[in-house]
């Protein structure tokens, strides 16, 4: 299985983001603080449907965000599935977190229920 896009918005330190990863080995490097791992969590939450890190929906929204989401396809050999920008995490008025799902696959284990082995 390959990634062929990832989308994020307002996710973590990520305004917009729109990535096409090489089809073999990616590198990311940079300094500290520049958003590394915030992309490889942004990458579990459009596989698996959670942060690694354990966050809160609320933890990963963008500063001053009222939501974020996150987006992508998956391919497998010349069949490309589509994640849409399915997760959808804000806050109410009242300072509650919130968690929406657009229609779409279940959020655990996503990889595995479009491709089962």
Request: proline share 6%; aromatic share 6%; glycine share 14%.
């Given at each position: 299985?390959?990634?062929?896009?990832?989308?994020?918005?307002?996710?973590?330190?990520?305004?917009?983001?729109?990535?096409?990863?090489?089809?073999?080995?990616n590198?990311?490097?940079?300094?500290?603080?520049?958003?590394?791992?915030?992309?490889?969590?942004?990458?579990?939450?459009?596989?698996?449907?959670?942060?690694?890190?354990?966050?809160?929906?609320?933890?990963?929204?963008?500063?001053?965000?009222?939501?974020?989401?996150?987006?992508?396809?998956i391919?497998?050999?010349?069949?490309?599935?589509?994640?849409?920008?399915?997760?959808?995490?804000?806050?109410?008025?009242?300072?509650?977190?919130?968690?929406?799902?657009?229609?779409?696959?279940?959020?655990?284990?996503?990889?595995?229920?479009?491709?089962?082995?």
């Open positions: 299985m390959e990634i062929d896009r990832v989308e994020l918005s307002d996710f973590r330190n990520y305004r917009t983001l729109s990535l096409t990863p090489a089809p073999h080995l590198v990311l490097a940079g300094p500290n603080a520049q958003g590394k791992t915030n992309l490889l969590e942004g990458l579990g939450v459009l596989l698996v449907g959670r942060s690694f890190r354990g966050a809160k929906a609320a933890d990963m929204l963008g500063w001053g965000a009222a939501s974020a989401f996150v987006g992508g396809e391919r497998r050999g010349e069949t490309v599935r589509a994640i849409p920008a399915r997760s959808s995490c804000g806050k109410t008025d009242a300072g509650a977190s919130v968690v929406k799902d657009a229609p779409g696959p279940a959020r655990s284990g996503l990889a595995g229920r479009i491709w089962p082995s």
